[in-house]
C-alpha cells in the first residue's frame, strides 16, 4: 500500500540554522500538506500546496517557512533561521484530490532546536 | 474560528468493555469529519471520513457516525491494540486545512 514518507526521522538543530525537512507523497496524489505538532498539543496545519503554488496557508507559516517541490516526488519544508519554539513533530499529508479528498499523513520529522 | 472539542482526554478500559468517544465540532459549512488513529511518536492514520448528518462507516470494532454536531467513534469489544489517540479533524467552508481536536488517549488493559 502507498506510503508518505519523510525524512529525517529526526533532526536536532542550533537556534538561527537552517533546516530542510523531506517528504515524498503518494505518487498519484497532487495536493501536498505539512502539519505539526507540538508536543502535547494538537495537530495544527501549517501550508497546503498544489501545481507547484502555496494554495493556503496558516499564521504559523511566516516568512521563515518555505516550500518547494524540486523534483516530481519530493516536498520539501524550509526553516530557514530556527527558533525553539519550532520544536515540535512536523508530518507532510498528501491527498489525490482537492482538499475534501481524504488526506494521508507521513510518519512525521521530529525537530529539536536547541 | 472553526473549533473540534473531543471528550473524553482519556479513557481507560478493558478488554471487551465497548464504550464511545465524542468530537463536537463549530464550523461553518463542513464538508467533512475524519478520524484518525496516532500512536505515540507516529503520524495520524487515516480511518473514517465522514460527509453528511446520519452517514455511518464501520472498520472491524470501530464505527463512526455523524450528527449536524458531533461525531462518535464507537468501539465494540477493544482489544490491547486497539489502545492509541483518536484523533477527529474537520474541514469546512473553502478550506482544505484540517482542523484537529486535541485527541481521546484510549488504554485498553488486557
Known amino acids: 500500500e502507498p506510503e508518505v514518507t519523510q525524512t529525517p526521522s529526526h533532526q536536532v538543530t542550533q537556534m538561527g540554522q537552517e533546516v530542510i525537512l523531506r517528504c515524498v507523497p503518494i505518487?498519484?496524489?497532487?495536493?501536498f500538506y505539512w502539519y505539526r505538532q507540538i508536543l502535547g498539543q494538537k495537530v495544527e496545519f501549517l501550508v497546503s500546496f498544489y501545481n507547484n503554488e502555496i494554495s493556503e496557508k496558516s499564521e504559523i507559516f511566516d516568512d521563515q517557512f518555505s516550500v518547494e517541490r524540486p523534483d516530481g516526488s519530493n516536498f520539501t519544508l524550509k526553516i530557514r533561521s530556527t527558533k525553539l519554539e519550532d520544536s515540535a513533530m512536523y508530518f507532510c499529508?498528501?491527498?489525490?484530490?482537492?482538499?475534501?479528498?481524504?488526506?494521508?499523513f507521513g510518519p512525521g520529522t521530529r525537530l529539536l532546536v536547541l | 474560528e472553526d473549533q473540534v472539542t473531543q471528550s473524553p482526554e482519556a479513557l481507560r478500559l478493558q478488554e471487551g468493555e465497548s464504550s464511545s468517544l465524542n468530537c463536537s465540532y463549530t464550523v461553518s459549512g463542513l464538508r467533512g469529519l475524519f478520524w484518525y488513529r496516532q500512536d505515540p511518536g507516529k503520524g495520524p492514520e487515516f480511518l473514517f471520513t465522514?460527509?453528511?448528518a446520519g452517514e455511518e462507516k464501520e472498520k472491524e470494532r470501530l464505527k463512526a457516525t455523524l450528527t449536524k454536531k458531533e461525531s462518535f467513534l464507537h468501539i465494540t469489544a477493544p482489544k490491547p491494540e486497539d489502545s492509541a489517540t483518536y484523533l477527529c479533524a474537520v474541514q469546512a467552508g473553502g478550506s482544505e486545512k484540517l482542523v484537529f481536536g486535541k485527541g481521546t488517549k484510549l488504554t485498553v488493559n488486557p
Open positions: 465522514l460527509y453528511s
Open positions: 499529508a498528501s491527498s489525490k484530490d482537492r482538499g475534501w479528498e481524504t488526506q494521508y
Open positions: 505518487s498519484n496524489h497532487l495536493y
